[in-house]
């Protein structure tokens, strides 16, 4: 991975902000985030957080029913619940960049409520296809409402910088990231369940309707939600939108050649290949490798997604009214030393529950940083294309990383074990920014 950085000219990097724009917001009624009474932040934090809610829901109940012994167990052959995880990844990679495109020429709020209106759509075609048992409705949904969270995404993280002021963002990121772990937890934990309501061991006692209910009564509340985001112009009206679905990536990303923001977007997609392709797809084994029930297993889980939100709330508190690139390889040390423990130590239930709560929780300290800066950096007019680029190569690197995991797997190595690969990356990183990085983000943030 290259991290070399070149400073060009002023008048062509994204990475500078006006001085009016760091001094006063967007929207008049810009706001102060450690007040719950912000109408604005109030109702953007609620729209994304039911929505991640509900992507979460769906997936839960499709893939207990694709797993083995589920009710749809034997249509898609062995780890068929992988297909549910293929269903999420691939709409972002592949639309990412031009679902970007939308942020910038509409406003960010009107790519919102009408993405959480199709939300209301695909919560009706899960429910058809969750009554009649039919797994390819339902799988059509998924993949549907993936498309969906892609269109919403960049136009989620772009409403941040235009309705508040700079100083503000890091403790506003770091709130709407605790809170969107959260939902995906309780997402998680909700769909459990719903599953075993929806099929459970005495069919005659089934509640097919449920989970269909569920999701479609958080559809319409986040519907609702979206309306209360504050009124936003377009950044970039005149922006002719590209039907070629990567010429946008190639596009934004020769833009960015020599930029700061091109390396903090690739430090971002290496560090997501580490803890979202690798880490968490280690937990699932601990059921064997430390002989316990499910639901202990999913406490684990849990655990990490808690301890990551509550890492990024206070990432964003110690931030305070800057962009602090500090914290990064703080947070990649305190990452590091749990990952090697955990590759280490004999396996034992309390202390692996309290090293991925510690890495969980410092990994916060490189996330909110990293993702402040690329929302600054960004500027107005490319903002959108630039967040769609962005989350299009964090779900590269979950894939690489899902690539990198089955691997090691298939060469014999422990699960618990590959721990260790994920120390080695995390140590790799922490190398490259202090010989590499440092400057250069501390001189982009204070530009």
């Not at 339902?138 to 700079?166: H, N, R």
């Not at 990231?177 to 369940?193: D, K």
């Not at 005149?238 to 050649?257: G, V």
């Not at 709560?357 to 490189?366: H, K, P, Q, S």
Request: proline share 4%.
């Amino acid at each position: 991975m290259d991290f070399s950085i070149n400073r060009v000219p002023k008048e062509l990097d994204f990475q500078s902000p006006t001085k009016d724009h760091q001094e006063k917001p967007y929207f008049s009624g810009a706001f102060d985030v450690t007040k719950s009474s912000n109408r604005g932040f109030y109702f953007l934090n609620v729209t994304q957080f039911l929505g991640a809610a509900n992507d979460n829901i769906l997936k839960q109940v499709l893939i207990f029913g694709l797993a083995a012994g589920g009710i749809w167990g034997n249509q898609l052959g062995e780890g068929g619940q992988g297909w549910a995880s293929l269903c999420l990844a691939v709409p972002f990679v592949l639309l990412s960049g031009f679902a970007g495109q939308f942020s910038d020429k509409y406003s960010k709020r009107q790519v919102s409520i009408f993405s959480k209106w199709s939300e209301i759509l695909i919560a009706l075609i899960a429910m058809a296809g969750l009554w009649i048992g039919n797994v390819w409705l339902v799988l059509a949904a998924l993949v549907i409402i993936a498309v969906q969270s892609t269109f919403f995404s960049p136009a989620k993280f772009g409403i941040l910088p235009e309705i508040m002021p700079t100083e503000k963002l890091s403790r506003a990121n770091g709130t709407i990231n605790m809170f969107t772990y959260v939902a995906i937890i309780l997402g998680s934990a909700v769909g459990g369940p719903l599953y075993d309501i929806y099929a459970p061991k005495d069919p005659a006692t089934a509640m097919r309707w449920l989970p269909g209910v569920v999701i479609l009564v958080i559809g319409v509340l986040g519907t609702l939600a979206s309306y209360g985001i504050p009124r936003l112009t377009a950044q970039n009206p005149n922006l002719k939108i590209s039907y070629r679905l990567f010429e946008s990536y190639i596009s934004t990303w020769k833009a960015l050649s020599g930029t700061t923001l091109k390396s903090v977007i690739l430090v971002w997609s290496f560090f997501y290949l580490v803890v979202a392709g690798i880490a968490i797809l280690i937990i699932a084994d601990y059921k064997e490798l430390l002989d316990i029930s499910a639901t202990k297993t999913a406490l684990l889980m849990a655990l990490l997604g808690i301890s990551t939100g509550i890492g990024d709330y206070v990432a964003g508190r110690i931030s305070g009214h800057r962009i602090r690139p500090a914290l990064i390889p703080l947070g990649a040390i305190g990452t590091t030393i749990p990952f090697l423990a955990l590759g280490l130590i004999p396996n034992n239930f309390e202390t692996v529950t309290a090293l991925l709560a510690a890495g969980g929780f410092m990994a916060g300290f490189v996330m909110v940083p990293l993702q402040t800066m690329i929302q600054q950096l960004a500027g107005n007019e490319k903002r959108g294309q630039i967040l769609g680029l962005w989350n299009c190569l964090s779900f590269v690197g979950i894939i690489v990383g899902n690539f990198l995991f089955i691997g090691l797997k298939q060469l014999g190595v422990q699960s618990n074990r590959i721990f260790i690969v994920c120390a080695i990356l995390t140590f790799f990183l922490l190398i490259a920014y202090e010989l590499r990085l440092k400057n250069r983000f501390t001189a982009a943030v204070r530009d």
